[in-house]
């Protein structure tokens, strides 16, 4: 599904990913973890195109394509998803005026007509079910006003209505109250089948319980510094960053 | 790539659908101004002498005036000896006309424009006048607002069949010595529309008029008068397009309105003049003044307009609350793109008591456009409890554009509640790119934000235009992002 390759990016001329290799089979779930500011939404970002990096090196290679040359609405329609660490607001366009807006662009993207009102509708309200939201959501402008758990689930929302193939979370544990994780984990497996793959950005041991990873990697200084099962985050937990990140340097 | 700030900037295009010629006979007056045009003028429209006089009195003034510069706009001075004063097309004889009698290539120019005049095909609910160029071609559904008691007509003709509401109301709301450009209209307006709604009436219909500017190195002088009488309702749109031509054309309007005690008047606008290129060649100057008269005790006059196109707007839809409780609101959406100027805005002047009034603003400003909102609230002594509420949000597209907010208040009853806000935004790179990670290209993105950004404005449009105008913004907006 996903192969990047020695991959380094930077922002200006700061080095942020120096060197990341990973590869992700179709329905596999991996997390990544890692220390603040080691580069974890960088590679989101990168991967869902959004601009104002610059790819010094390496290579991304999605679905037999090279990722990095489509535009982020390409990728987008080719089965990429973001669900933002910072989800933005949009003033005055209703969610479901976006959610249609998004799938029937994707849609015609895949040679399918535009959806009809009335499955659209059933498609919605069956996801809104699933994350056990309020309808009203829908009808109100997107993420406006929105709390911040609110929000994050509303990206699943998206994710669970666009259907994706890939699909990147980034840190969408955070801000969720404990019955919200439990809610958007149950919503996530739902998801999970043997041509959908997930990356997991998260800080806490906390999703993992819910949402079995297959890998955990650990991401520092802009490298994958360490790679394991679902054990690893258990470990981490245990012991914190510095131990990897000292089993690095010792390497 | 997504659309970053730089590719907003760079590719800036537009396309104008409405900008063919229609190739017809004319006759047309050569260019130039003066007191003998007027009276060819009058002749040509059979008017009754008292409206020579009228034209005569207000060009003799617009003499004596300047040409105003207070307004954020640039051009070039208008000569206004290279324009001509009519242009109708070549009719076999004057009198009354009827479909059949109109030129086959008039109406494919309409129904080009998805405004179809012959019977069959004509927009359900909603009664049309056609004006193109100096003339009124064809208005629909005349027979059924008769029933009605409501007249609709032509102004030229209702100066001819209804002379006494003429003497008594034109000029009543915005007099010949009001402004430059309202004191040239009134000495060479040409046609527009007349609509009485007498006592009691709602009227069954939607009233439209819709402006066409056909003919080369012509001025439109639009004149428009809606007199509702008491406790009537009348819901009225207007629409307006031009050919893409490289020189710049005049269209100097004047609309009254007149609201009688517990009247209301709905007055709609959807404004695309051709805008020029996009290099800023070309366009039309739109130079409007339009006024209201609550004149009646809890009357209600709503002005919503949408503005995309025009080289420069220049108008200020305005409401003089005359009456006690009566109430004045302004809905308004314009949009710059490429090199077009706007300066628009509304006046609310309170004098009865308790009267009301409503400001929402929304200018969005893309490429190198400038967006200028002018408005004044002005609350008389007379006016005790009188109250303002404007709102008044600008949003940049890009990073070369322009917006600017000059809102004058002068309160002088310390009963009134006068409460002003304000918002400027840019749409936002992180705004687009969730957008286009949702699968929207950049354009589509945009134009979902702006229409967002518009909802209040389109919420008070009657619904077949509110779709129009959504798609009209789309469209105005093509080009604007990379
Ligand atoms: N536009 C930018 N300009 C300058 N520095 C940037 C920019 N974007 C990211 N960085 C820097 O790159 C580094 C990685 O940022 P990133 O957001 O990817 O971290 P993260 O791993 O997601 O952190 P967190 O766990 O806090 O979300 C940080 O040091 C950040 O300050
Ligand atoms: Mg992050």
């Keep these: ?251 | 790539m997504s659309a970053s700030a730089q590719e907003i900037n760079n590719l800036i295009s537009q396309d104008y659908k409405q900008g063919f010629v229609t190739e017809l006979e004319t006759d047309t007056f050569p260019p130039g101004l003066d007191e003998a045009v007027i009276h060819r003028l009058s002749k040509i429209k059979n008017e009754p002498e008292f409206m020579l006089e009228y034209r005569l009195k207000a060009f003799r003034h617009w003499q004596t005036m300047k040409s105003p510069e207070w307004a954020f706009v640039n051009f070039e001075p208008i000569d206004y000896q290279a324009i001509s004063y009519y242009s109708a097309p070549k009719r076999k004889e004057d009198g009354p006309k009827s479909l059949d009698e109109i030129d086959p290539q008039i109406l494919e120019a309409y129904k080009k424009l998805g405004i179809p005049l012959d019977e069959q095909e004509r927009l359900a609910g909603v009664a049309v006048d056609a004006v193109f160029d100096s003339v009124s071609v064809a208005t629909t559904f005349k027979g059924k607002l008769k029933d009605a008691g409501v007249i609709f007509c032509p102004i030229s003709e209702a100066l001819r069949e209804h002379p006494d509401l003429i003497k008594q109301y034109l000029g009543s709301v915005v007099p010949h010595t009001d402004n430059y450009f309202a004191a040239l209209n009134a000495a060479v307006f040409t046609d527009g529309s007349f609509v009485y709604i007498p006592k009691g009436v709602r009227c069954p219909m939607e009233l439209s008029t819709y402006f066409r500017i056909n003919a080369a190195n012509t001025g439109q002088f639009e004149r428009t008068l809606i007199i509702a009488d008491e406790g009537s309702h009348v819901s009225y749109l207007e629409g307006c397009t031009a050919p893409m031509r490289d020189e710049n054309q005049l269209h100097a309007a004047v609309v009254e309105l007149v609201a009688m005690k517990d009247a209301v008047i709905k007055y709609s606008t959807v404004q695309n003049w051709y805008p020029g290129d996009k290099n800023g060649l070309g366009g039309i100057y739109n130079f409007v003044t339009k006024r209201a008269d609550c004149r009646g005790e809890n009357s209600k006059v709503s002005w919503t307009q949408v503005e995309t196109g025009s080289a420069i707007t220049w108008k200020y839809p305005s409401c003089v609350l005359t009456g006690d409780n009566s109430t004045g609101e302004f809905y308004s959406v314009a949009l710059t793109n490429n090199y077009q100027q706007a300066d628009t805005g509304t006046k609310m002047i309170h004098i009865g008591k308790n009267t009301s009034s409503t400001i929402i603003s929304k200018g969005i400003s893309a490429g190198r456009a400038q967006n200028t909102y002018r408005g004044l609230v002005k609350v008389l002594k007379s006016a005790e409890n009188a109250r303002n509420y404007t709102q008044c949000d600008s949003l940049l597209v890009g990073d070369k554009c322009g917006a600017h907010t000059f809102p004058y208040i002068e309160v002088k009853q310390p009963s009134a509640q006068v409460e002003h806000e304000a918002t400027t935004s840019k749409i936002s790179e992180d705004q687009l790119f969730f957008c286009q990670q949702r699968g929207l290209s950049a354009e589509d993105a945009v134009s979902m934000i702006v229409n967002g950004f518009c909802k209040e404005v389109f919420r008070e449009l009657p619904m077949e235009f509110a779709v129009e105008a959504q798609a009209l913004l789309g469209l105005s907006l093509e080009g604007s992002v990379g």
Excluded at chain 1, 62 to 70: F, I, N, V, W
Excluded at chain 1, 228 to 241: H, M
């Design chain 1, 1 to 251: 599904m996903l192969q990047i390759k020695d991959l380094h990016v930077s922002v200006g001329d700061k080095a942020i990913l120096k060197g990341i290799n990973l590869e992700i089979k179709p329905g596999e779930i991996h997390a990544i973890m890692g220390p603040n500011g080691s580069g974890k939404s960088t590679l989101s970002h990168i991967l869902s195109g959004k601009s104002g990096y610059t790819v010094t090196g390496g290579s991304v290679t999605y679905q037999g394509k090279d990722l990095l040359d489509m535009a982020p609405e390409i990728r987008a329609r080719e089965g990429v998803f973001l669900a933002f660490q910072y989800p933005v607001e949009i003033p005055g366009v209703s969610n479901i005026y976006l959610l249609k807006a998004a799938l029937n662009s994707i849609r015609k993207h895949q040679g399918q007509s535009e959806v009809d009102a009335m499955d659209f509708l059933t498609l919605v309200k069956d996801k809104v079910r699933l994350l056990e939201m309020d309808e009203k959501f829908l009808y109100r402008a997107v993420n406006e006003g929105f709390s911040g758990g609110e929000k994050k689930r509303n990206e699943i929302l998206q994710m669970a209505i666009l259907e994706p193939k890939l699909c990147i979370m980034d840190e969408t544990d955070s801000g969720l109250d404990i019955d919200a994780l439990k809610i958007v984990s149950e919503g996530v497996n739902s998801l999970r089948s043997a041509d959908r793959s997930f990356v997991m950005v998260t800080h806490y041991q906390r999703l993992l319980d819910y949402i079995k990873p297959d890998f955990v990697h650990v991401l520092a200084h802009g490298q994958i510094v360490k790679s394991g099962g679902a054990e690893l985050a258990l470990e981490l937990e245990e012991k914190g960053y510095s131990w990897v990140e000292v089993d690095q340097a010792a390497a």
